[in-house]
């Protein structure tokens, strides 16, 4: 029997999806993003968090069973992170506004890839820590572009 904290880091078995599983993950936490968008940026933010710190413990635990540091299957991060991107689109009052979605999406995945520090600095945390802290500042790095692009009314 899988322990709960597998399935929990592994967001449901998404992450045993051997290709592009964090993409997967991403893009498997934007309806559910979009659900707690229309309840306001405080359910988004609370539900990121509790995403987080669930998190922690889940990759943690799973981390030590498997003996791997960061273990590829942990995406419960990658919901995390995708939360926290979508930040803005409540702050802004502009849930209706599909293609920020799609922004926040493509900004996540692409700091979450390319890791610009801080981010690539967080993966040296200890346990889930490490695991978590990489995508919820890749997810903030998103939030921030975002939030800046329509602040200068790019977008």
């Known amino acids: 029997m899988t322990p709960l904290s597998t399935w929990i880091a592994t967001f449901f078995?998404?992450?045993?999806i051997r290709i592009a599983?964090?993409?997967?993950?991403?893009a498997a936490a934007l309806p559910f993003g979009w659900l707690l968008v229309a309840h306001g940026w405080s359910w988004l933010a609370a539900a990121a968090i509790f995403a987080t710190f669930l998190g922690v413990w889940a990759c943690g635990e799973h981390a030590r069973r498997v003996g791997i540091y960061d273990p590829s299957e942990c995406?419960?991060?990658?919901?995390a992170g995708q939360w926290i991107a979508l930040l803005p689109i409540p702050l802004l009052a502009r849930a209706d506004d599909w293609w920020l979605y799609a922004m926040a999406f493509g900004l996540f995945r692409l700091f979450d890839i390319?890791?610009?520090?801080?981010?690539?600095?967080?993966?040296?945390?200890?346990?889930g820590w490490g695991v978590m802290m990489d995508d919820v500042l890749a997810g903030l790095a998103a939030a921030l572009v975002l939030y800046g692009l329509a602040a200068i009314g790019i977008i």
Do not use: Q, Y
């Open 21 to 26: 599983s964090g993409t997967f993950a991403s």
């Open 75 to 79: 995406v419960i991060d990658e919901v």
């Open 114 to 127: 390319v890791k610009p520090w801080p981010v690539s600095a967080a993966e040296r945390l200890p346990g």
């Open 13 to 16: 078995g998404i992450g045993w």
